[in-house]
């Protein structure tokens, strides 16, 4: 224990006396990280435009016109018993009618030539978020559609499969574009660590001639290498923050990353700044 905070006050120390190695490689590591920010950005941002999308998915129940009231009646609290709905509204044809002049505008007027209302009534549903997927939609219109009362169930069918399409692919190329990201980092980050380690080689190789254990020699470099890396992601969001505001002024709906996130990424790149640092030592020192 009393070794370890040793090396931990010596891995300070060695900072402190190196100011402008540790200055270059915090800078190193902060562009690095930079990337690595950017695309965590962009990836919440997608996601959070998904989910919303998600969010808007409306399926509508037509009811046949000569439905009776009561049965229309079962069939709303059937709906609102169902496990997947989170919101039922019922749109009566006068309700449809109403809505749909209000979207046709100035061109309302060609609904005058009309002598009854074709427009049915409807129950627009909102499934809850777990069931707003592509198969989970179907399972629920295919069930609305067991009602004798149910003349249709529309979700715009091909609009979810574009939208799953699409999805599945932004998830596949966001995974793919994350690994590559991330070893990127490391790669920088272990290169950035080597040459402080060749700065120093000389009191490593005093260290190896005295019997110093390989621990002792490699914990202030990994300790070191997760200082840097914990400050450069504080530097890199700062740098981040500025590039949010830039194209906030393009993008209105752009959101920063949530707290929990930045915690997250914080916490990762300190673990990078180890992981880099070890895996420098290994490769320089052959530890």
Do not use: W
């Amino acid at each position: 224990m009393h070794q370890t905070l040793f090396l931990v006050a010596e891995a300070f120390n060695t900072l402190g006396r190196h100011k402008a190695v540790t200055l270059l490689s915090i800078i190193i590591m902060s562009l690095t990280l930079l990337v690595l920010a950017v695309f965590l950005l962009a990836t919440d941002n997608v996601l959070m435009f998904l989910d919303r999308a998600k969010r808007e998915m409306t399926v509508f129940v037509y009811i046949k016109d000569d439905a009776p009231v009561r049965v229309v009646q079962d069939q709303y609290n059937d709906l609102l018993r169902m496990s997947e709905v989170e919101t039922a509204v019922f749109i009566s044809k006068e309700q449809a009618m109403a809505d749909f002049r209000r979207e046709l505008g100035e061109e309302r007027s060609m609904l005058e030539a009309l002598e009854t209302n074709p427009l049915p009534a409807s129950f627009r549903v909102t499934l809850k978020r777990p069931y707003r997927e592509k198969a989970a939609i179907e399972r629920f219109a295919a069930k609305a559609r067991e009602s004798s009362i149910v003349e249709e169930v529309s979700y715009g069918q091909e609009f979810i499969d574009k939208f799953s399409a699409v999805s599945r692919g932004f998830l596949y190329v966001d995974l793919g574009l994350g690994i590559i990201v991330i070893l990127s980092s490391v790669f920088i980050i272990s290169n950035t660590v080597r040459l402080t380690i060749m700065s120093r080689q000389k009191s490593i190789e005093v260290l190896k001639l005295v019997g110093a254990t390989n621990r002792f020699i490699t914990t202030p470099f990994v300790v070191e290498g997760a200082f840097q890396a914990g400050v450069a992601s504080l530097v890199s969001l700062l740098l981040l923050y500025g590039i949010f505001l830039l194209m906030k002024g393009i993008l209105p709906d752009l959101h920063f990353i949530q707290p929990g996130k930045i915690f997250l990424y914080i916490v990762t790149c300190v673990l990078l700044g180890s992981i880099g640092s070890f895996a420098s030592l290994r490769r320089y020192l052959r530890l």
